[in-house]
């Protein structure tokens, strides 16, 4: 079965940091392994770090020199985690949340106020899937930061 050829679209960058971070985010959406080699190659993040962060998984089998990842597709939360207190430290001054609540219905909240705290209690509060820790039928569906 041969692959199909696609093209890949071309999307300016402001900075090389934007410019790995969309790379490996198609990598992982297309399910590609991503070498050890080519991660250095690119000046992102070091093998260890990717694999502790739980963003990529060490390939094993007989096919595999022991140096190759997988890179998994990032969650909303890992999304979160990775650029919200950056984004705050940059100077981004609004984050909006959308949280389904149990009955069903998509809360929209605004922060303006102290979102250095508001981005701590998130990170820490919430799970993985983006889940309320203290009550997993509360979830964030989305969000962003301006």
């Known amino acids: 079965m041969e692959k199909e050829n696609k093209a890949v679209e071309e999307t300016p960058f402001v900075n090389e940091e934007e410019m790995i971070a969309n790379l490996l ?20 993040t070091n093998y260890d770090y990717l694999v502790e962060k739980g963003i990529a998984e060490p390939v094993a089998g007989d096919d ?10 990032a969650t909303l ?22 949280c389904k609540l149990p009955s069903g219905a998509i809360e929209v909240a605004i922060n303006n106020d102290k979102l250095k705290e508001k ?14 820790k203290t009550n997993p039928k509360v979830q964030i569906v989305d969000f962003i930061l301006v």
Request: hydrophobic share 40%; glycine share 6%.
């Open 25 to 44: 985010d198609k990598a992982a959406k297309a399910g590609f392994s991503i070498t050890r080699e080519l991660i250095d190659y690119i000046n992102t």
């Open 64 to 73: 595999f020199e022991g140096n190759e990842l997988i890179i998994r597709k």
């Open 77 to 98: 939360k890992d999304t979160f985690d990775m650029v919200a207190h950056e984004k705050v430290s940059e100077g981004y001054t609004v984050l909006v949340t959308a």
């Open 119 to 132: 981005v701590d209690y998130i990170t820490g509060a919430y799970d993985k899937d983006f889940r309320l």
